[in-house]
């Protein structure tokens, strides 16, 4: 059970290791997408993963095309300020990729363009905030989507036996 969050072009260090820590806490995997903004041996990134950065199950692409080319065909939705559908809609299932952007842009306009029926947005009820921070942001979602399908997996598993 879980999910493959996947970070495209991240940015900050210490983001990227609280993530790591949800991905690992939440039984999911972390891909991330090169350019990074920081060096994978970064001692912030770490600092923030804290010591279970080794047991996080992590797969690292060197550009979207090659996270593309190693993973078409699998169930992705995106997730941005510019989705037009709230989260809470996404119907979550067990291996789901779910894609965010960079801290400073988000997603490329490419991705929001080609992929608007699969875009979401966490809801922002002030009109001075543009956006949640990276991996509150990358919580709130994994969560909801656990809360989601923990329900339908515990129903395959009651009449599989």
Request: with cysteine; aromatic share 12%.
């Amino acid at each position: 059970m879980g999910f493959n969050i996947v970070l495209i072009e991240p940015e900050i260090p210490m983001n990227t290791g609280n993530i790591g820590r949800l991905s690992l806490a939440s039984g999911s995997r972390l891909h991330l997408v090169k350019p990074f903004g920081f060096e994978l041996n970064d001692s912030r990134l770490k600092r923030a993963g804290l010591d279970y950065w080794k047991y996080i199950d992590l797969f690292i692409y060197d550009s979207i095309d090659d996270f593309y080319k190693k993973n078409k065909g699998k169930n992705m939705v995106y997730f941005s300020s510019h989705g037009k559908q709230n989260y809470w809609s996404v119907d979550f299932e067990d291996n789901m990729f779910l894609i965010f952007g960079k801290e400073s842009v988000g997603l490329p306009k490419a991705i929001i363009e080609e992929e608007e029926n699969s875009l979401f947005k966490i809801p922002i009820l002030s009109t001075h905030v543009r956006s949640l921070n990276l991996a509150n942001a990358v919580s709130v979602v994994v969560y909801e989507g656990l809360r989601n399908i923990e329900p339908k997996l515990c129903y395959r598993k009651s009449i599989t036996g």
